[in-house]
T-cell receptor
């Protein structure tokens, strides 16, 4: 079945440093979504990428979708303490099912 | 954005008892809802897809007789953990959404189940 691998599992940075997490799917995706989960909270939708090679920005966050629609990345520039949390990518296959397959998540901690 | 609620937010039960968790879409209709389980510091694992008016579709390895899902209306899906055991202790999260315009899923706040 479809698998989504995400690395790194953990990332600790100094405030102000950049951060990147990467996702790789075993199969071609119809779209990929990114979620953020704060400690003790539930996943909150950040963005979805649908088109091959798509790049979207949200302030300090840059999301990319690979040309083959199998990989994606999230890059945060100049991290702030409010960026702390676990970032998940989640892919939807091209078979038409709505279900999301989540990556393992990258837990970001920041030293102020 | 759309709101999904879950009830209860946390529950403690004794081993062998059953627990029902409700998932409601508050301001939209959801023909499909999803149930996930999340262990501490781990990812969300899809348990089943709940379809309004029909049987749920369970993921491989999820016991359908243990995790009963009912989606009786377009705004309510329930997950019942039957004969709960300590290993069923987890964070259970539902989601709904996904339209022709957006694939976005809206997640409920989750239910933390502790089985003693």
């Amino acid at each position: 079945g479809q698998q989504v691998m995400q690395i790194p599992q953990y990332q600790h940075v100094q405030e102000g440093e950049d951060f990147t997490t990467y996702c790789n799917s075993s199969t071609t995706l119809s779209n990929i979504q990114w979620y953020k989960q704060r400690p003790g909270g539930h996943p909150v939708f950040l963005i979805q990428l649908v088109k091959s090679g798509e790049v979207k920005k949200q302030k300090r966050l840059t999301f990319q979708f690979g040309e083959a629609k199998k990989n994606s990345s999230l890059h945060i520039t100049a991290t702030q303490t409010t960026d702390v949390g676990t970032y998940f990518c989640a892919g939807q296959g091209i078979q038409g099912a709505q279900k999301l397959v989540f990556g393992q998540g990258t837990r970001l901690t920041i030293n102020p | 954005g759309a709101v999904v609620s879950q009830h209860p937010s946390w529950v403690i039960c004794k081993s062998g008892t059953s627990v029902k968790i409700e998932c409601r879409s508050l301001d939209f209709q959801a023909t499909t809802m999803f149930w996930y389980r999340q262990f501490p510091k781990q990812s969300l694992m899809l348990m089943a897809t709940s379809n309004e008016g029909s049987k749920a579709t369970y993921e491989q390895g999820v016991e359908k007789d243990k995790f009963l899902i009912n989606h009786a209306s377009l705004t309510l899906s329930t997950l019942t953990v039957t004969s709960a055991h300590p290993e069923d202790s987890s964070f259970y999260i539902c989601s709904a959404g996904g339209t022709a315009e957006s694939y976005e899923q809206y997640f409920g706040p989750g239910t933390r189940l502790t089985v003693t």
